[in-house]
């Protein structure tokens, strides 16, 4: 199993941010898929999961209404469209592989795409 | 949703043993065996040790055991040694849909 994050970097707040996981190694349709964040020298926090299917979505309290997240099965890829950042927003994004039910136990991670929100 | 409440430190000298707590409410872990628990090293990716309250993945030792009571799951650590000094978390399924973590717990070995 690989998951590749992109698409992190520097931008101002109030702006947006559109962050990607590339996946491989097995059936991408078959599993839920999550983000999870870690900002610098703090704890882990879940910020939003989707079925395999997309018809379950469920967001953390601090990104609801701002944040979406999406899949594309057929491109094997999972997203993540961030609006209204604010530095709290700031952290390592993790691209995470969920269970074949949206609530099942979480599964591989990737390496995670660094966000930075400054002006 | 306020995080689950875990304490910021535990430590223990090595060959003993020790347990973390991880207390929620009745609309996640009370509520729910979804409960996982995961170590990370730093500048390293978290990794599972316990899923579903107690089981443990392929590959993780059996000095790793996890247990619930009420509203409140605990993972123990028996036979400490050096490099399970790390951060902890737990994490779980909730009723809204949604998955709360802990604040983590910082584990020191004498």
């Known amino acids: 199993v690989e998951l590749v994050e992109s698409g992190g970097g520097l931008v101002q707040p109030g702006r947006s941010l559109r962050l990607s996981c590339a996946a491989s190694?097995?059936?991408?349709?078959?599993?839920?898929m999550h983000w999870v964040r870690q900002a610098p020298g703090k704890g882990l926090e879940w910020v939003s999961g989707?079925?395999?299917?997309?018809?379950?979505?469920g967001y953390a309290v601090s990104v609801k209404g701002r944040f979406t997240i999406s899949r594309d099965n057929a491109k094997k890829s999972l997203f993540l469209q961030m609006n209204s950042l604010t530095v709290d927003d700031m952290a390592l994004y993790y691209c995470v592989q969920g269970g074949p039910r949206y609530f099942d136990r979480f599964g591989p991670w990737g390496q995670g795409t660094l966000v930075t929100v400054a002006s | 949703q306020s995080a689950l409440t875990q304490p910021a430190s535990v430590s223990g000298s090595p060959g003993q043993s020790i347990t973390i707590s991880c207390a929620g409410s009745?609309?996640?872990?009370?509520?729910?065996?979804?409960v996982s628990w995961y170590q990370q090293h730093p500048d390293k990716a978290p990794k599972l040790i316990i899923f579903?309250?107690?089981y443990r993945p392929s590959g993780i030792s059996s000095r790793f055991s996890g247990s619930k009571s009420g509203n409140t799951a605990s993972l123990t650590i028996s036979g400490l040694q050096a490099d399970d000094e790390a951060d902890y978390y737990c994490?779980?399924?909730?009723?809204?849909?949604?998955?709360?973590f802990g604040g983590g717990t910082k584990v020191t070995v004498l």
């Open positions: 994490i779980s399924y909730t009723s809204r849909g949604t998955w709360l």
């Open positions: 579903e309250v107690t």
């Open positions: 009745s609309s996640d872990i009370g509520d729910y065996n979804y």
């Open positions: 989707i079925s395999w299917n997309s018809r379950q979505t």
């Open positions: 190694g097995f059936t991408f349709d078959d599993y839920a």
